[in-house]
């Protein structure tokens, strides 16, 4: 019974990461309508950008590690915007989904290629610490993924309710045209949702090399597939969403593979989004506003 | 009594309509009064909130929306929704789903077989609406005008009992309303009834056997044409606008 | 000439591939499924004729079949998500397809050795054709015979009633209700048909490459299968033909000296090709 909450406890601070992959993928369909398909890629290549770092500076402190791979993040997500959502019309319903595929392929294969396939090590902080209140422990390295995740959290939606930017956005999110007649520029709401979003999933790439202690590019795929089943899951649009289904995923795996391993996981975590699907396919919150 | 509601918004409150076979039903009524939600609601694409739906004696309310064609409800739109990418006669082979086409052909005949069998039923819908020389085209490229006769083709292509037209008439010249009155009353004596949703009362006056006016989703006001013409609360509701 | 040989295998196959795509395309589903029926189809194929003794005409028989009822199975879910929900649901069902067959292991001793699928290590040994003496060839005559079937069954529904209610349902589905049009039957018969197809496509994929994998039927397949009658446009059957030439010709042949970063080039050329030409080569679901 211990380990049932040991595991869900882990799960849940863990699943904070997937709470950040989740809302980069539901903030840009909020505002675009679009799905990213090369959100979770970029968000690896941020943190493997991260790892740069060590190359110039051996002896690098982890911060250092994760605060370029949250600027290398932002940077992919500008190049990703460029590459699929600057020029494709965004009226084109399968283009730009198809590009931002292509980038996934792409943002992987160079992953792999200039690291040709080897699982890099991953800065950690905190991993020698552990709170322990009798036999339940709690991990400090998850402690600070889960605590740095709720501070991007805070700080996102400080910008989206505070700032005139994230105002902007929501009225962009809400109504287009209409937030256009205002004098928002379209353009330039996108372009800053697909920075700030890559922000945020540069950081959630090195938590999630921090937790797991290596960076290996068979993150990807699983990390956008969970990542989508998060945003659904969530409800497509709503942040609020976004963070409960990724705490709910991240405990639900981690009791999953408590009971049946590693390997068949993933499985129960793909049998979770189809009962989702079929029984609430709005997703547990409901969008945020528009559509 | 049906009523359709979203949220707090009625846009059908507590309607009460009957349509005798064979007549010419208009309804009619100010922007937003509840029109196309009522003719949404009969088709089956919106659930009513409460109320029933009785077709030819049977409560259809069940039914989905494929199912009451067959039960012999049509209806047109009043932005037209044509197949644009399929050719004029396409529009029309896909649309031949009513129970009598069906019993026709045997399954397998009917969906795999090619176009020769259905090309005197198609060729008849063609000449009734003046396309036939225009069968092969796509509908995206016809004219508007065009597009509006497809429009109505399609929904003869089933062979309704009860045809719903949803403002068949918006942006025709009276030369051209003129044509759609004939269609329509040639097509009430070709055995439909039909329910006719209209703001030009240029057609409704000239076409209904009788009316009912709505005005924030309730039927203010039934009667013969000119009994409606001479209604004060109608003239109320449309703020002396249209002219009767 | 083996090489060319091995080429047309694999362009015939992933044409299979290809084709179960676009007929589910055509009613506006965009289905990342389709390389999840085809993994089926391979281990379901290669599990008759290996383990079971089985001959490869009734296996890929089954292998269809098997495509067909996992397809149908998705097509009813699938009717109730909408738009980019699809992809995801569908992209969700072909990962977790895949992480099945990578839990999966069934072996019997056949002589001195263990045969059939084992978990990562993945299904080795599917050699029917080798064994029962079939030349390169005549694999590649006997897999264009059933890519040239398919096409020609799916050129046939294109001129019938069935096609073009398949297309009108992937235009407007409102419209295509109120004419009468079941869009439930609509939708599921197109996928359940596209998963036969896909079976039977792995069915020869996994004879003609004699080893598979969990890892040869992941996202990157998933993105082929529905590329190609994206590139090649949906106004026929031909289109994806051309397109899967173009896509494996091109990247095989015409950039065999890049050698690894063949992938790398397919992402590249896909968001070249959807910046440069959104509405694919061939051009719109225009069709007369």
Redesign the interface.
Known sequence: MLDFFQAVSDGVLFGATYALIGIGFTLVFGVMHKINMAYAAASVGGAYAGLLVLQVMAGAPPWVVFSCAFLAGGLLGWMVYVTCFHFIPLSSPLAPLMSTVGMLLLIDEVIVHLTAGMPQAYPALFDDVMLSMGEFTLRGDLMLVFGVSVLAMIALLLLLYRTRLGLATRAVAQQPVAAQLCGIRLARVNVLTFVVTGLLGGLAGALVGASVGTLSPLLTVPLTIKGLIVTVIGGLGSIPGAIVAGLLVGGFENVLQLYRGVTERDLYVMLLLFAFLIFRPAGLFAPRGGH | MLSRHFGGVRAVDGLDLEVREGQIFGLIGPNGSGKSTTVNVI?G?LPPTAGAIVFRGRDIGAL???LR??EGI??T?QNI???????VW??L???Q??AEDRARQGFLP?????QGRVREDIGRLLEFSGLAHKQ?E?AANLAFGEQRRLELA??L??RPKLLLLDEPAAGMNSEEIGQLRERILKLRSGGVTILLVEHVMELVMGVTDRIAVLNFGQKIAEGTPAAIRADPAVRKAYLGGEAA | MDFYFGLAQLIGVHTLLGLSAYIVLLTGQVSLAQAGFFAVGAYVAGMLTVLAGWHIVPALGVSAMSGAAVACAVGFPALRVKGLMLVIATLAFGEGVRLFFFNFDYQIAKGEIQVGPLGGEGFRQIRFFPENGWETWEVMYFIWAIVIAAMALLWWFDRSRYGTVLRAVGEDELAAQSVGINLTAVKVSAMTVGGAIAGVGGGLYAHYTTHIEHLSFNILLATFAIAYPIVGGLRSVFGTLLAVIFVQGFLVEGLRFLGDWRNLLFGALIVLAMNLRPEGILGGRRRA
């Open positions: 088709t694409l989905p929306t494929h064609l067959r049509a209806r739109f929704r044509l197949f644009g990418q399929l050719s396409q529009n082979w896909v649309a789903n009513s009917r969906w795999l077989g090619g092969d796509l399609r929904a292509a089933a």
